[in-house]
């Protein structure tokens, strides 16, 4: 199935940043818009709804994922997720697996008022309970805050990654190395950012400790990566990001 992937990134990214102070590692297990707490599995995500003309209307729907969707199946390990509006201002976010077999669901339809599973027609309402089977048990809700204004604060339990920074030998201006675990069909990029209050920038990097830093972004094929990026500054804060898709 071709998806559209309407890219959306504004710094949509998981895992957990290192910084580089003064010579010395700090980890950091904060992003922008991610944050991993300290001693929990999950991420916590951060949507602003003023990103999501459709959330802020009533019976809107959207569906993000971050890898893409095959033929009724998600093509790497992780399903989308769908955050329904309903006509009270109540949100809903649901995960996309039909639960009679598997299939990803749709974002809400809005005209029909159900959700409706394309592969053997499992009926959802706009809170994830069934309407209609073969599917006989709701879709999986993820537990979220919504501090009432523009930010939906989302527990997503397995999305979570760390990152880790090391310094390679050769100066102040050597190399930085980064290492971390990646998921199949999920795309990497690396951000950069001197200063805590500056806006983080797309960087960079090689794949190889000698090889040219000239590429931007990186599949992941489920194996652990590794690369390179050029020191422009003495001090700075990196951050892997996985590229988040509406689709
Ligand atoms: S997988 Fe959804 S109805 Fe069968």
Redesign the pocket.
Known sequence: MNIPRRRFVKLLTFGTATSLVAGKFCRHNLLAYCELPPGQEGAVFKIRLSDFPALQEDYGSVRLGINPIGSDFPDGLFYPFIINRDGFGNFYVLDCE?R????V?PTYDNTEFVIL?P????RYDIDGSVLGG??TEPLHQYPFEFDGNDTLTIHVPCWAFNTQLSILPGGPNSRVQLDFPTFPQVTYEVRFRERPQDPWTLASFATTLGGPADQTSRLGLGTPATIYLDRTTPTGLYAVSMDLFEM
């Open positions: 039909c009679h077999a598997g299939c669901v599973c592969c053997h027609g499992s073969p599917a």
